[in-house]
């Protein structure tokens, strides 16, 4: 049986008040489409929604590639892309996607214990 729509917004939140600079969380099912995903308070996105549903498409097609090597790289931990105006990380579980973005000054450290905590957090996904 699959996870209900109040237990996914439940972990997107708890993502999402994992640290303070969080910005945005989502559950994104394999085909792109956002199963669940919240903007933390106060912020405001730096995409529309139709550029938001094109990004978590592309998410998608972007594991599919990913997986072409898992046999001879390994699966994938995360993805980690530093922009300019924030940072992208997505961890995958074995029927969605995790996508979140931060503030782009926290350090290296930081983001990779709450990715640790993340992977955690959505093991059951």
């Not at 961890?91 to 996508?99: E, M």
């Amino acid at each position: 049986m699959g996870v209900i729509k109040s237990d996914l917004l439940k972990i997107v939140e708890s993502i999402i008040n994992l640290d303070p600079k969080m910005r945005f969380a989502a559950i994104i099912d394999t085909k792109g489409n956002i199963r669940e995903g919240i903007m933390k308070s106060g912020k405001t996105s730096l995409k529309n929604q139709k550029e938001e549903e094109h990004f978590c498409k592309q998410v998608a097609q972007r594991r599919k590639m990913r997986q072409e090597f898992d046999r001879t790289l390994g699966k994938v931990r995360y993805v980690h892309v530093e922009r300019e105006k924030l940072t992208q990380m997505v961890t995958y579980t074995k029927r969605n996607i995790i996508y979140f973005t931060m503030e782009p000054e926290m350090s290296i450290d930081t983001k990779i214990r709450l990715v640790t905590r993340i992977k955690k957090i959505t093991a059951d996904l």
